[in-house]
């Protein structure tokens, strides 16, 4: 009998949500036609850091065709890590290695006094692409602090 695994790290990608582990190849297909999603991590302040208004942070280059499923962003510290007076605004840009451009793929909110937001917008990149990450707004009277992404995809 096979054994069934909550994920898969191959390569310095973790494959969340895999419940047959037979014939995986690299086209993210597991036995039995099902597509595993991935998780991506980006850190734009690591733990307890205080978050500040920046553009371009961290840049995730794309090497392959993929298509995000969700973004879960939280803000990380031991105590008193959320924004507060305002809500803390950061978005995500695409640029497109087909022509040069750069397109927004939209503004994410966590709301002051709370800690996480998650979307379940679908966004499609192509191989080449990159993506960027900038802080927009953060608190008045606390910034937050710690801002982590998980972005899942496939």
Known sequence: MPRIRSFIHDNGVIAINVDKTSNANSTNIIAGSTTIKKLKVIEIRQYAQI?????????????????????????????????????????????LASNGTTISMGTFTIPKANSNVTSNTVYSCSSGDSLYFDVVQVGSTQAGAGLRLDITYY
Not at 60 to 77: S, V
């Open 51 to 95: 978050l500040s208004v920046v553009s371009g942070v961290t840049a995730w280059p794309l090497n392959n065709d993929i298509t995000i499923t969700g973004i879960y962003a939280t803000c990380r510290g031991p105590s008193n890590f959320s924004p507060q007076g305002k809500d803390l605004v950061f978005g995500i840009r695409r640029y």
